[in-house]
C-alpha cells in the first residue's frame, strides 16, 4: 500500500477538521501529497505520518490565515456548522480562533497537540512517531494546551463591567 492509500484518510480528516470545509480540505490534502512527492525525491521523512500530519496542519493553518485577510473569503460557512446545528457564524470563529491558537504554537506543540487530540494516540505511540522521550512529548502537550487555552480564553472571559 502506497502513502497516498494509506494516509489519505488521515491527512483529509486533519486538514476537514481545522478547515470545516470539504473543498478545502480536498485542497489541502492534494497540496499536502504533492509536497510528499517533492520531498521523497529527495529523501523519504522517517516518520510519514507526522510528516503528513505536520504539512496538513500547517497548510490548513495557511489557508485560514489567508482568509482572515480576505474579507470576501469569510464569506463562506463550514459545512460542519451546518450539519450540527451549531451557529455557523460561532463555528467558523471558533474554527479561526483555535487556527490562530495552533499558530503560536512551534511546530513540536502542534504536532503533539493534533496527534494527542485528533487522532487520540498516547503519549508513548506520539513518543515513538516523533522520536521523542515521553515526559518531552507530555512537555510538549502541556505548553501546547496553555497557549491554545491562552489564545481562546478572551472568547469565554467574563465580560467586565
Same mark, same amino acid.
Given at each position: 500500500?502506497?502513502?497516498?492509500?494509506q494516509y489519505r484518510p488521515d491527512v483529509y480528516g486533519w486538514a476537514y477538521r481545522l478547515l470545516g470545509h470539504h473543498h478545502d480540505a480536498q485542497d489541502t490534502?492534494?497540496?499536502?501529497?504533492?509536497?510528499? &512527492?517533492?520531498?521523497?525525491?529527495?529523501?523519504?521523512?522517517?516518520?510519514?505520518?507526522?510528516? &503528513?500530519?505536520?504539512?496538513?496542519?500547517?497548510?490548513?493553518?495557511?489557508?485560514? @490565515?489567508?482568509?482572515? !485577510?480576505?474579507?470576501?473569503?469569510?464569506?463562506?460557512?463550514?459545512?460542519?456548522? +451546518?450539519? !450540527?446545528?451549531?451557529?455557523?457564524?460561532?463555528?467558523?470563529?471558533? @474554527?479561526? +480562533?483555535?487556527?490562530?491558537?495552533?499558530? @503560536?504554537?512551534?511546530?513540536?506543540? @502542534?504536532?503533539?497537540?493534533?496527534?494527542?487530540? %485528533?487522532?487520540?494516540? $498516547?503519549?508513548?505511540?506520539?513518543?515513538?512517531?516523533?522520536?521523542?522521550?515521553?515526559? $518531552?512529548?507530555?512537555?510538549? %502537550?502541556?505548553?501546547?494546551?496553555?497557549?491554545?487555552?491562552?489564545? &481562546?480564553?478572551?472568547?469565554?472571559?467574563?465580560?467586565? $463591567?
Amino acid at each position: 500500500m502506497g502513502v497516498f492509500e494509506q494516509y489519505r484518510p488521515d491527512v483529509y480528516g486533519w486538514a476537514y477538521r481545522l478547515l470545516g470545509h470539504h473543498h478545502d480540505a480536498q485542497d489541502t490534502a492534494q497540496d499536502v501529497f504533492l509536497r510528499w &512527492l517533492a520531498q521523497s525525491r529527495r529523501a523519504l521523512p522517517n516518520n510519514p505520518r507526522g510528516w &503528513l500530519r505536520q504539512v496538513t496542519v500547517n497548510r490548513a493553518i495557511d489557508l485560514l @490565515r489567508a482568509r482572515r !485577510s480576505s474579507p470576501s473569503a469569510s464569506d463562506s460557512v463550514p459545512e460542519a456548522a +451546518a450539519i !450540527s446545528g451549531t451557529d455557523p457564524l460561532e463555528q467558523q470563529e471558533l @474554527r479561526g +480562533a483555535v487556527a490562530a491558537g495552533l499558530e @503560536r504554537l512551534t511546530e513540536a506543540q @502542534r504536532g503533539v497537540l493534533i496527534a494527542k487530540v %485528533y487522532d487520540g494516540l $498516547t503519549f508513548a505511540q506520539i513518543a515513538n512517531e516523533l522520536g521523542l522521550a515521553i515526559p $518531552t512529548v507530555k512537555t510538549h %502537550y502541556l505548553r501546547a494546551l496553555a497557549g491554545v487555552r491562552d489564545a &481562546l480564553s478572551p472568547r469565554w472571559a467574563p465580560e467586565r $463591567t
